[in-house]
Structures are given as structure tokens and as C-alpha cells.
């Protein structure tokens, strides 16, 4: 146990994966299950308490069941069988234990011989930026407003007030002739010029060329910075809970290359991130079913395909595949029709739009912790089991 090695079983369980115990777990008392919980549970995340709650219980009800067996358990002498542990699993978190808890759990301890049905794994996890993990601080119009009055240019009120739509407008119509911010027709930058510039000249600014390059110099810093942007909360723990599980994580977004250059390291969370799926560099935006297969193939020579001592080890699959956004369209419906699994975040509560998202089929939360119960509920297995032992060297590249 110290060497985070679980044997865990009930007398007639047969699981497809059980194999041989040491004789020195054949009959461990309640007490030790009581020890090792209690001190698993020092070591877990936030992200980890969910799970260990909801699984712990159901480790409970084992002892209850097992009543009609045979033995007694040291805790309670004449009243409850013993546990006779005959499945050996190695693990390196709260969240393998769950399973095997589970496992007992729903297997019958009498004479059910139903196969347990084929396993379902997460082995990546794929994330919109915006609205999932990142945040956008501040108003548009304020941020156009300073960058111009910071360069000598006042706008009226009613210019200030149009700079939402006009935005959008120039967006569209940059979009439209610059696909994919350019792809690999023009930089990123060059890209943003020109929509800055058709943004004020929609709004009916009037600046010479070098006051135009001067606004856009400061509009296209302000978000590359703190100003505009802050990490949601829950991103970097949820980040390093995938990171522990060997579960390749990384972005999928309708962006440019800046956010991988400078935004997400700002924000502290490329660290934990494997791969960066940009529609600048792969020339389709989502819903395209091409950038979330591009993403799949940046996610896979992150797994241990490589490594013998992995269980089921082979290529990435889409059904392997959870992809997380905050656009009905552009996440739900272009993940699933790639054949990932998605859910969506609703952070704003913005109910009438999530219950639409929720009619119209798609799973809808409100954090990063409600996917993580998400995943637990759904029974999901997590990474390479064996690989992950050791996340540092679950990475063969």
C-alpha cells in the first residue's frame, strides 16, 4: 500500500482485468482501508475530493452487501464478512482507486457473470481558449477608446458606443477576405491592422496614417497583456489534474498564433498543455472537421505509443477525445460530428442559452470541476493506466 499498490476484490467478484494478490492482503481489515483513504485523501486537489466522495461511499456499501458472505471483518467481530482482495491494481491517484471502488461496486457478488461492457478512456483533452480557460476582461470600446485617446484622439460618445458593432463588422468582413487571420497569406498582425483600422473607419474616426498606426500599436499590445485577459480560476488546477493522469491536453481555438507565442504563457498556462491546434496554422477554423483532426494528430505523439508497459496502448482515437468550448456550434456540434465527446461551459450564466445548448442535445456546466465529476459519473478511464505511474515520462517524444 505505501508503494500506492491497491488490492482490491470481494469474495466471488471476477473482474476481466483481476489478477493474483499478495497473501499479505488476503484478509485486510476495514481499519487499513480507513488509514489508506485518510491518507490518499492529504495528497488530493480540489479536483480529486468529487470523485473520492462520491467513490468512497460506494466502498462503504460493499461492506454492508457483503454481510451474507463468510468471515468477519477485525472492526466488527461476528457482524461483517472479510474482504477477500484478489484484483491487484497499481495507481498513482484518487481517481483509479475510484474505479476499482466502482468496479466493485457494480459488479454482483452473488451470481451475475455479465461481462463488465468495453471500457471507455479519455487519453486527451482538447479545450476552446476564450470563455473556457481564459477570460476577457475589460469592455471593447474602452480598449479601442484608451488606445486613441492615449495617442492624442478623442472619440465622441456615440463613436465610443459604436465600437462593439462596428468591431464585429470589420471582424466579418476581414474574415472574409483574409480567411483563418490570413493563414499563410499575410502575418497575424497584419491581419489585426487591418481590422483595427476598418473598425475606426467604420466608426468614423478620421486619423492620418502614422495616428493609425499609432492606435493600432497600442489596441494590438493591450491584447497581448493583462488587460485584456485572466485565466479562469479553475484552468491551471484542472490543467495539472490532466497533466497527473497522463491525459494529453492542449487547445483547439479559431485564433492566431499569438495565443501560444504569449497569451497562455502569460497566463501561466502552457505549462501542463501538450498541444496548440490554431486556425491560422491549419488554414480551417471550427466547426471544420480538419481542425479537430489536426488537433488529434498534434495530440497523439504525446501519448505512450511507445511504452510496452502500457495497457491498450495504439493510435489516438476520436472516441478517446473530450473536447471542452463555450460556442454550440463551433465546439459541440463540430466535436461530435469529428467524433469527440464535448461538453459545454456555460461561465456567464447565461441561462436561456445554455437551455437551448441543453434542448438541442448538448451537455452543458458551469466549471471545470462539474467535467471532472462529469468524467467520474460517466466512468470514463483516464490516460494510460500503467504509463501514468509516472507522468514525467508518460511523453515519448
Given at each position: 500500500c505505501s508503494q500506492d499498490i491497491i488490492e482490491v476484490g470481494l469474495g466471488r467478484c471476477r473482474f476481466l482485468d483481476s489478477r493474483p494478490v499478495s497473501p499479505s492482503l488476503q484478509n485486510i481489515s476495514i481499519e487499513t482501508i480507513l488509514g489508506l483513504l485518510s491518507q490518499v485523501s492529504r495528497k488530493l486537489s480540489p479536483f480529486d475530493l468529487p470523485l473520492m466522495v462520491a467513490w468512497t461511499a460506494r466502498?462503504?456499501?460493499?461492506?454492508?452487501?457483503?454481510?451474507f458472505g463468510d468471515g468477519h471483518i477485525d472492526m466488527f467481530p461476528r457482524c461483517f464478512p472479510t474482504f477477500s482482495f484478489i484484483s491487484a491494481v497499481k495507481i498513482p491517484s484518487t481517481e483509479l482507486l475510484c474505479r476499482q471502488a466502482h468496479k466493485l461496486f457494480s459488479s454482483s457478488t452473488a451470481s451475475s457473470n455479465h461481462l463488465n461492457p468495453p471500457r471507455r478512456r479519455i487519453r486527451a483533452i482538447s479545450c476552446d481558449v476564450t470563455g473556457t480557460l481564459v477570460s476577457f476582461k475589460g469592455k471593447i470600446e474602452e480598449h479601442y477608446g484608451n488606445a486613441a485617446r492615449a495617442c492624442g484622439i478623442e472619440l465622441p460618445p456615440e463613436q465610443a458606443a459604436c465600437i462593439p458593432k462596428m468591431f464585429k463588422q470589420a471582424y466579418k468582413e476581414t474574415c472574409a477576405?483574409?480567411?483563418?487571420?490570413?493563414?499563410?497569406?499575410?502575418?497575424?498582425?497584419?491581419?489585426?491592422?487591418?481590422?483595427?483600422?476598418?473598425s475606426f473607419d467604420l466608426v468614423g474616426t478620421s486619423m492620418t496614417e502614422p495616428e493609425q498606426e499609432r492606435v493600432f500599436q497600442r489596441v494590438y499590445s493591450t491584447f497581448g497583456s493583462h488587460a485584456a485577459y485572466a485565466a479562469f480560476p479553475d484552468a491551471v488546477p484542472f490543467l495539472n489534474w490532466c497533466h497527473r493522469r497522463g491525459i494529453a491536453c492542449g487547445v483547439i481555438s479559431n485564433a492566431d498564433e499569438r495565443y501560444g507565442d504569449s497569451i497562455l504563457p502569460m497566463l501561466g498556462l502552457q505549462d501542463s498543455m501538450q498541444f496548440l491546434t490554431f486556425s491560422k496554422n491549419v488554414g480551417f477554423e471550427k466547426p471544420h472537421r480538419k481542425i479537430f483532426q489536426a488537433a488529434m494528430q498534434e495530440a497523439e505523439p504525446w501519448l505512450c505509443l511507445t511504452n510496452s508497459n502500457v495497457m491498450d496502448a495504439g493510435p489516438l482515437k476520436p472516441d478517446e477525445i473530450l473536447h471542452i468550448g463555450n460556442d454550440y456550434e463551433k465546439d459541440y456540434v463540430g466535436a461530435t460530428e469529428a467524433g469527440f465527446h464535448a461538453v459545454l461551459l456555460d461561465r456567464y450564466d447565461e441561462k436561456e442559452v445554455a437551455d437551448e445548448w441543453r434542448a438541442n442535445g448538448a451537455l452543458v456546466y458551469k466549471d471545470l470541476i462539474d467535467v471532472v465529476e462529469y468524467l467520474g459519473r460517466q466512468q470514463f478511464e483516464l490516460g494510460s493506466i500503467e504509463c501514468c505511474l509516472d507522468p514525467e515520462h508518460c511523453y515519448d517524444i
Amino acid at each position: 500500500c505505501s508503494q500506492d499498490i491497491i488490492e482490491v476484490g470481494l469474495g466471488r467478484c471476477r473482474f476481466l482485468d483481476s489478477r493474483p494478490v499478495s497473501p499479505s492482503l488476503q484478509n485486510i481489515s476495514i481499519e487499513t482501508i480507513l488509514g489508506l483513504l485518510s491518507q490518499v485523501s492529504r495528497k488530493l486537489s480540489p479536483f480529486d475530493l468529487p470523485l473520492m466522495v462520491a467513490w468512497t461511499a460506494r466502498v462503504f456499501i460493499l461492506f454492508i452487501l457483503s454481510a451474507f458472505g463468510d468471515g468477519h471483518i477485525d472492526m466488527f467481530p461476528r457482524c461483517f464478512p472479510t474482504f477477500s482482495f484478489i484484483s491487484a491494481v497499481k495507481i498513482p491517484s484518487t481517481e483509479l482507486l475510484c474505479r476499482q471502488a466502482h468496479k466493485l461496486f457494480s459488479s454482483s457478488t452473488a451470481s451475475s457473470n455479465h461481462l463488465n461492457p468495453p471500457r471507455r478512456r479519455i487519453r486527451a483533452i482538447s479545450c476552446d481558449v476564450t470563455g473556457t480557460l481564459v477570460s476577457f476582461k475589460g469592455k471593447i470600446e474602452e480598449h479601442y477608446g484608451n488606445a486613441a485617446r492615449a495617442c492624442g484622439i478623442e472619440l465622441p460618445p456615440e463613436q465610443a458606443a459604436c465600437i462593439p458593432k462596428m468591431f464585429k463588422q470589420a471582424y466579418k468582413e476581414t474574415c472574409a477576405i483574409h480567411p483563418c487571420f490570413g493563414n499563410s497569406e499575410i502575418s497575424s498582425k497584419e491581419w489585426w491592422r487591418r481590422c483595427v483600422r476598418k473598425s475606426f473607419d467604420l466608426v468614423g474616426t478620421s486619423m492620418t496614417e502614422p495616428e493609425q498606426e499609432r492606435v493600432f500599436q497600442r489596441v494590438y499590445s493591450t491584447f497581448g497583456s493583462h488587460a485584456a485577459y485572466a485565466a479562469f480560476p479553475d484552468a491551471v488546477p484542472f490543467l495539472n489534474w490532466c497533466h497527473r493522469r497522463g491525459i494529453a491536453c492542449g487547445v483547439i481555438s479559431n485564433a492566431d498564433e499569438r495565443y501560444g507565442d504569449s497569451i497562455l504563457p502569460m497566463l501561466g498556462l502552457q505549462d501542463s498543455m501538450q498541444f496548440l491546434t490554431f486556425s491560422k496554422n491549419v488554414g480551417f477554423e471550427k466547426p471544420h472537421r480538419k481542425i479537430f483532426q489536426a488537433a488529434m494528430q498534434e495530440a497523439e505523439p504525446w501519448l505512450c505509443l511507445t511504452n510496452s508497459n502500457v495497457m491498450d496502448a495504439g493510435p489516438l482515437k476520436p472516441d478517446e477525445i473530450l473536447h471542452i468550448g463555450n460556442d454550440y456550434e463551433k465546439d459541440y456540434v463540430g466535436a461530435t460530428e469529428a467524433g469527440f465527446h464535448a461538453v459545454l461551459l456555460d461561465r456567464y450564466d447565461e441561462k436561456e442559452v445554455a437551455d437551448e445548448w441543453r434542448a438541442n442535445g448538448a451537455l452543458v456546466y458551469k466549471d471545470l470541476i462539474d467535467v471532472v465529476e462529469y468524467l467520474g459519473r460517466q466512468q470514463f478511464e483516464l490516460g494510460s493506466i500503467e504509463c501514468c505511474l509516472d507522468p514525467e515520462h508518460c511523453y515519448d517524444i
